[in-house]
């Protein structure tokens, strides 16, 4: 059970949340937990679908930006994102079993996604602390400028998801995926 109260509808979140929460639901269908959720602060829903509504249009492809939160759910070990994840990553972005496990193991069958896989993993593993060699990597895959920043500026935003699902303990809406124990 989450560790602060979700509204059960979008009626029940603050009055400023509601028409973001209902611009959800027309995108999704639903307005999975997280949002309603977050809805708590307007502020913070309108930061967080500001942010993940300009990522969506960037360059990186859709599929790309699933894997990439994958990654970074494994890493942070959120089983909540790694469930919507795997559900989007499935039925969105049409990733097979086989590409999944490999997006949770940081990595990619697709050659140029790998690279970019990779990168973001090692991004939140090491906290943004990556050498000339990791970034140089993801460049000579053909990766330009921007869309290093925008793999970069994904692992932020997943990592600040996967935080507020892990500190509120958001009640999972989806097929459960559970992390990987650490050995």
Request: proline residues 5%.
């Amino acid at each position: 059970m989450s560790r602060i109260p979700t509204p059960a509808m979008v009626a029940d979140a603050p009055e400023k949340s509601q028409p973001l929460l209902s611009a959800v639901n027309k995108q999704l269908g639903i307005v999975p937990n997280m949002f309603r959720l977050i809805s708590t602060s307007p502020q913070a829903l309108e930061g967080y679908l500001a942010m993940s509504g300009a990522l969506g249009k960037g360059a990186l492809p859709a599929a790309t930006r699933e894997r990439i939160a994958l990654a970074v759910a494994e890493v942070n070990g959120c089983d909540y994102c790694l469930s919507a994840h795997t559900y989007l990553g499935r039925n969105l972005a049409r990733l097979d079993d086989a590409e999944i496990t490999a997006n949770r193991s940081g990595a990619s069958n697709d050659p140029k996604a790998d690279a970019a896989v990779r990168f973001a993993a090692k991004v939140a593993r090491v906290r943004g602390h990556v050498g000339e060699a990791d970034l140089s990597a993801v460049k000579l895959a053909g990766y330009s400028d921007a869309q290093v920043i925008e793999i970069v500026q994904h692992v932020a935003l997943n990592t600040w998801t996967n935080y507020f699902n892990e500190v509120f303990k958001t009640d999972i809406d989806f097929p459960v995926v559970e992390h990987r124990k650490a050995a």
